[in-house]
């Protein structure tokens, strides 16, 4: 492997480590990573970057929270953002990174549904010192998939329930009412009379 190969591993290593410090620092969860193969000549592939990530979910935990160290960069194009966007999020353009986030130390959660812009984008604000910077993972379709229509199920129902109608969303029981099939009607069950024509009362 030749010398410019090894100098750009550590370089990688060195700021997959960097990444990784801040969340113990600003008590921000560790989120996951995705690494971005890349070819750079002769058959080789690195990897480019370790992107940190934030669900859709704990985003929305954050928004409601009122996390004031908490900003939302949407950088899809400013007709997308008028269409629909994440509550608190600004427009932004990847061009005015710079001037939009001069501050290192606030926590910047971005998303542009590209993940080659996201990451684009998430390497320049690393690059600049901001080591509290993540991509919304899925970006505005997994917003609207686990925040604006969840389809309820498990023990975080009522959780997920009460956090998508906080902004406004409507949870669902169920994929088929989300895609707009009808559900099954619900049957109510026939109550039976007892020997002495009482209606036996269960869940009691």
Known sequence: MS??????????????????????????????????????????????????????????????AGARDVR????????????????????ADRARLDTLTRRTDETLVLYSGDDVRDAQALANLAARGHR?????????????????EPVLHGDSADYVAALSRYFGGAPRTSAREREGEPTPPRVKPIATTGEAGETPRRGC
């Open 72 to 91: 939302v960069l949407d950088l899809r194009g400013n007709a997308a953002y008028q269409a629909r966007h994440v509550p608190s999020a600004e427009p």
């Open 132 to 148: 509290h910077a993540y991509v919304l993972d899925g970006g505005m379709d997994a917003w609207v998939d686990e925040v604006m």
């Open 3 to 64: 010398t410019r190969v090894t100098a750009l591993h550590r370089a990688l290593a060195a700021a997959a480590i960097a990444l990784a410090v801040p969340a113990a620092i600003v008590r921000v969860p560790v989120a996951p990573a995705r690494v971005a193969p890349v070819a750079i000549g002769d058959g080789v592939r690195v990897d480019s970057f370790v992107t940190r990530t934030v669900d859709a979910r704990q985003l929305a935990a954050w928004i409601r």
